[in-house]
């Protein structure tokens, strides 16, 4: 078998060639990314992206669990890291490690990301000395959302600067193979990805990140609304718009199905 992307892999890229990331929570959309990403993100964002959800505080195990075994069927080559779900790790690292440890036995992913800064770095640690490799993410936190009253950009303050420096260090500190940066402003992004030893993945925050990520959907454009930070790559919104009424057309004018999409009879019909 085709041996997989590791967490130690990823760790191991700092400071190089940039690292390919981008979310993933479906078999055919992981089989494509497999080959070009270096990891696949079974993000939490699949609860807004998904099913339409406001935020991604009702997300549960059990729906990462579920995306996160659609994407490793799908995937052979590329890491794979689940999202630890809001509820399912802040109250303890023991919590942290039994939801942890279920959605590695579960789904066979390679990693797991959970969001916090210096709150969270006794956890990533208890996690990272009993074998559950964690990726960290700071800055814009979104199951913070409702007490951060939004999703806004962080570090655009230098006053704010200090405490969000702190958060990576700690995580790295920690034992963290590597952090999301989520919106971050760009000069404060390139100095923790400066200081950290861990790579920096960044997400809305600037080309100086050792890697990038971004959701899937929103990049191809199927999301229909996208933070700044997304470019889009493609038009999914259009093609499938122009697909489905072409379909609807067809079907109108009995042009479809068409002779080649038909039974035929195996034997001759009976005269009538
Ligand atoms: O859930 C998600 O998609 C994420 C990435 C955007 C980093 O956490
Ligand atoms: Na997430």
């Known amino acids: 078998p085709i041996r997989r992307v590791t967490a130690a ?7 190089g060639d940039p690292i390919v990331s981008l979310t993933a929570y479906h078999h055919h959309t992981a089989a494509i990314a497999d080959e070009i990403v270096d990891f696949l993100l079974v993000g ?7 099913h339409g959800l406001e935020t991604t505080i009702p997300v549960t195990l059990e729906m990462m669990i579920l995306q996160g075994q659609a994407v490793m069927r799908g995937s052979s080559r590329a890491l794979v890291i689940v999202d630890m ?54 800055g814009l936190t979104p199951q913070s ?7 806004k950009s962080q570090g655009r303050d230098i006053n704010e600067w200090a405490a969000i420096e702190a958060d990576a260090k700690a995580v790295a500190d920690a034992g963290a193979f590597a952090v999301v940066l989520e919106a ?41 609304r996208t933070p700044k930070f997304v470019k889009r ?14 379909y609807a057309a067809d079907v109108r004018a009995r042009s479809f199905p068409g002779q080649e999409h038909i039974y035929e009879l195996k034997t ?5």
């Open 44 to 50: 939490d964002s699949l609860g807004m992206v998904m």
């Open 184 to 224: 971050l402003a760009e000069p404060l992004a390139a100095k923790i990805t400066k200081q950290i030893e861990v790579p920096t993945i960044g997400i809305g925050a600037s080309a100086a990140c050792d890697g990038q990520i971004l959701v899937m959907e929103d990049m191809l454009g199927l999301s229909d």
């Open 85 to 138: 779900p809001f509820g399912s790790y802040e109250a303890s690292p023991q919590e942290a490690f039994r939801s942890a440890a279920r959605i590695l036995k579960e789904t066979g992913a390679g990693a797991v990301k959970l969001e916090g800064g210096r709150r969270m770095a006794d956890t990533i640690r208890f996690l990272v000395e009993r074998g559950v490799p964690v990726m960290a993410h700071v």
């Open 9 to 15: 892999d990823i760790r191991a890229r700092k400071g």
């Open 233 to 246: 790559y493609g038009a999914l919104r259009d093609h499938i718009r122009s697909a489905l009424s072409s």
């Open 268 to 272: 001759p019909k009976a005269a009538e």
């Open 145 to 151: 959302v409702l007490a951060l009253g939004g999703f």
